[in-house]
Structures are given as structure tokens and as C-alpha cells.
């Protein structure tokens, strides 16, 4: 059975801080994502990785940066959260030429 | 500017009967839709895809349709049943890596027993 886990359900940060947010797949998928999902304006890209060590910006990706050392792991770094930063934090992945993607459970991040 | 537009926020069908979900494009460079499940708590779930050079695909209970002239595509869900009520959202993407899919806000749908 496949599985993207996100190590957090739940984070609450003080505005300022450092926020790590990590993901694991054990589908030795080539590509990795993280999306923020808001309502109102569905899933947005904030960054990819095809590769180790290789990351693309998406969509959304101030205030934001990635890190991806190992192939299964692909960590998404808040440098000084903020408060418009409270959302829902969903990270993906899937194999080199298909786009099903298969997501974790998601982190609700809310930044006080 | 919203490449995909899903513009019914929610929808409630009862049980047993057709669920009609819609969503529409701009952009016609996509050549690849999906459509995506969520329950609370819990990440999306992929459901069904449709490449553009066809049509209609089905699975189960399960059917998409494309319009490529209308840039339009909907999800047909017969019968509806209450597992069946989460939020639905539709995604394009233009190459089939899928760097770049673009998702909908998504559509809540409730299935009355």
C-alpha cells in the first residue's frame, strides 16, 4: 500500500519562528510537492522536486523554501512564519511521466 | 486568475440519485484532467483522469466528460451514496509529469440518505 506521511497533523507556531515541515514516500517516486490548500482557492504549488537535490519553484513560493537530501524525503522550511502562512499543508508525489499524485494527510499549520 | 474554475461550491444530491459535478478551463494547453476526492482529515485521493484526446472515460460508478470546444469537463457520479460526500476537485496539468497541475477550489458534495 502506497504512503506519502507527513510528520505533523497539527503545528502551532509563534509568528517569527523557523517552521520545518517534513514528508516521507515510500514509493521511490522520482517527483515531490508541496501544496498549500486554502479555501476557497483549492490546492497551490509552492515547490517541486524531480530529483534529489533539484527543486523548482511553483506557483506560491515567497516566504518559502525546500530541501530534498534523500530521495524519499522532501522537507518544505518556513523562515519567519507569518500569519497569512496559516493554512493547510499538503505534500505529494508521484512517478517520473504520470500525474496521479498520491498526497499525505496533511498538516493544519496555524501561525499565532 | 483562475486557470480552473469549479464554480458550484457545493452540491447535495440524495441517495441514489445522479451527482453532476462541474469544471471549467482556460487555459488550452492542458491535455491532461483528474479529478481528486477529499474526506476531512485526510489528503486527496486520486479518482479518474481523462486525456484530451478523448472524451468520456468510466470506471465503476464513476464517469468524465470532455469538452474541449467548450474547454468544460464534468464528473458523473450514478448512484450517489453518502461515502460518496467529500469535496471534489478538478485539476489540469500540460504535461504529464505533473509539475505543473493546476487545481480547482473545489466542490463540497453532500449525499443525503
Known amino acids: 500500500d502506497v504512503k506519502v506521511t507527513q510528520s505533523s497533523r497539527y503545528l502551532v507556531k509563534r509568528t517569527g519562528e523557523k517552521v520545518f515541515l517534513e514528508c516521507v514516500q515510500d514509493?521511490?517516486?522520482?517527483?515531490m510537492f508541496w501544496y498549500r490548500q486554502d479555501p476557497g482557492l483549492g490546492l497551490r504549488l509552492i515547490y517541486f522536486s524531480y530529483d534529489v537535490k533539484m527543486k523548482e519553484k511553483g506557483d506560491i513560493p515567497e516566504g518559502y523554501s525546500v530541501s530534498r537530501e534523500k530521495k524519499e524525503r522532501f522537507s518544505l522550511i518556513l523562515e519567519s512564519a507569518s500569519t497569512n502562512q496559516t493554512s493547510m499543508y499538503l505534500c505529494?508525489?508521484?512517478?517520473?511521466?504520470?500525474?496521479?499524485?498520491?498526497f499525505g494527510q496533511g498538516t493544519r499549520l496555524t501561525v499565532v | 486568475d483562475q486557470q480552473v474554475k469549479q464554480n458550484s461550491p457545493s452540491l447535495s444530491v440524495q441517495e441514489g440519485r445522479i451527482s453532476i459535478l462541474n469544471c471549467d478551463y482556460t487555459n488550452s494547453m492542458f491535455d491532461y484532467f483528474l479529478w481528486y476526492k477529499k474526506y476531512p482529515a485526510e489528503g486527496p485521493t486520486f479518482l479518474i483522469s481523462?486525456?484530451?484526446?478523448?472524451d468520456k472515460n468510466e470506471d465503476g460508478r464513476f464517469t468524465v466528460f470532455l469538452n474541449k470546444s467548450a474547454k468544460h469537463l464534468s464528473l458523473h457520479i450514478v448512484p450517489s451514496q453518502p461515502g460518496d460526500s467529500a469535496v471534489y476537485f478538478c485539476a489540469a496539468s500540460a504535461d504529464t509529469g505533473g509539475f505543473k497541475t493546476i487545481f480547482g477550489a473545489g466542490t463540497r458534495l453532500f449525499v443525503k440518505a
Open positions: 481523462i486525456s484530451s484526446i478523448k
Open positions: 505529494a508525489s508521484n512517478d517520473r511521466g504520470l500525474s496521479e499524485a498520491f
Open positions: 514509493m521511490d517516486h522520482e517527483n
